[in-house]
């Protein structure tokens, strides 16, 4: 099975980041289009059924609540699964944030910007890489990367992972 980009725009980067995960009727993924619309970014979310997984559907278009252009959301995706849903993470190359997005019977919804609590300076790389895990009782953990994150003693571009737990309602 092959998943294309499903809009025309040149210069997406459709694939720059994947995730899969196997739900409980379907395998699930995540791709991040980067460098779409002048680098605003989108990220797909995909089910694939059928004998050896061979339909595809795109479920959702994800973007950020307060998307602009030069931000590269989508730079990394993640996914994620539980009874309670379908969790998809998207982080952004330069704005120094990550998106939670849940789907449950169908639509899709953003349920939390995250933000580094230290406030990384841009350009530290806060959302370059992002990590979901959904338990059975409804808790959430991202676990967003800053790899060139600023510790104390001026140790530059050391690196840090922020870790996040969303409950679902």
Known sequence: SIVRNPDTATNANFGK???I????DALYCAIGAPGHNSSTGRAYLYKFTGNDFATSTLLSTLTASDESTSRYFGTSTSIASSSYGIYTAAGCLTHNKSYLYKT???????ISALTASTSPASGEGFGRSVSVSA???GIVYTLVGAEQE??????TSSGAAFLFRTYND
Do not use: D, H, I, K
């Not at 995960?21 to 409980?24: F, L």
């Not at 449950?104 to 953003?110: D, F, H, I, V």
């Open 21 to 24: 995960v196997s739900g409980s």
């Open 104 to 110: 449950l019977n169908g639509a899709t919804s953003e």
């Open 17 to 19: 980041s994947v995730s």
């Open 135 to 137: 338990l059975s009782n």
């Open 150 to 155: 600023e510790l104390p003693g001026n140790r």
